[in-house]
């Protein structure tokens, strides 16, 4: 489990393809020295496992799901990411309870300054938006974000501090980048209840644009 609150700024040092997964290897500094194996850090908001230590850096070993799902298929050498630890228990959550676990792939549409901070439009995956509520928390490359304002049918508009456009990889997303998805744990349960509510089987999916979208 995590917050959204990102403890530090990395670096993919470099990259290799095994026979079924993938490896990554990031620069870590402010916290390399305390991690070991087993160890999970989201990185971009995608929990991965610690596979190996390095004197300023990790290794993670991402499977193929993980690489279509998110945007670490994208990751190249000098590629920045976000990097949170797990939440340990007893711990502030400063921002919102987020798993790790990424819902899918948005884009940014646009990006303004007004005055001291940025405004940023996301189109997100369909079953996220469903699931979204005004003035609600959303995760972004595993930052915890409040939803300002809905933008057409599939997007959403957020106010970005100067603090958090510094200190995350979000101040140097490019209109069109791809971004990892979390959507609000709380709505997602709520979802999927009413999703299968009169269902002749609670284990069926069904279609995730039939999620009502319930409005703050």
């Known amino acids: ?38 160890d999970s850090v989201a990185v971009d908001g995608a929990c991965l496992t610690v596979t190996g230590t390095e004197p300023e850096g990790f290794s993670v070993d991402v499977i193929g799901t993980t690489l279509d799902r998110t945007i670490a298929g ?23 309870l987020v798993q790790g676990h990424v819902d899918g792939i948005g884009h940014l549409e646009q990006v303004r300054k007004d005055g001291e901070f940025w405004l940023m439009d996301f189109r997100l995956p369909v079953d996220v938006l469903g699931t979204t509520v005004l003035h609600g928390s959303l995760t972004l490359n595993g930052v915890s974000l409040t939803v300002s304002d809905f933008v057409g049918a599939s997007g959403v508009r957020i106010g970005i501090i ?8 979000l101040g140097s997303l490019e209109v069109g980048d791809p971004v990892n998805v979390e959507g609000d744990l709380i709505g997602k349960y709520v979802g999927r209840i009413l999703s299968v509510r009169g269902s002749p089987d609670p284990t069926e999916q069904g279609d995730p644009s039939d999620t009502p979208q319930v409005e703050a």
């Open 162 to 169: 100067p603090f958090t456009y510094r200190h995350t990889d």
């Open 1 to 38: 489990m995590f917050t959204g609150i990102i403890e530090a700024m990395g670096r993919v040092a470099r990259t290799a393809d095994l026979e079924t997964t993938r490896r990554f290897v990031i620069e870590a500094p402010a916290f390399a020295s305390e991690l070991a194996p087993g």
């Open 74 to 96: 994208r990751y190249a050498p000098d590629t920045p990411v976000n990097l949170e630890r797990a939440l340990k228990m007893g711990d502030r959550l400063d921002g919102h």
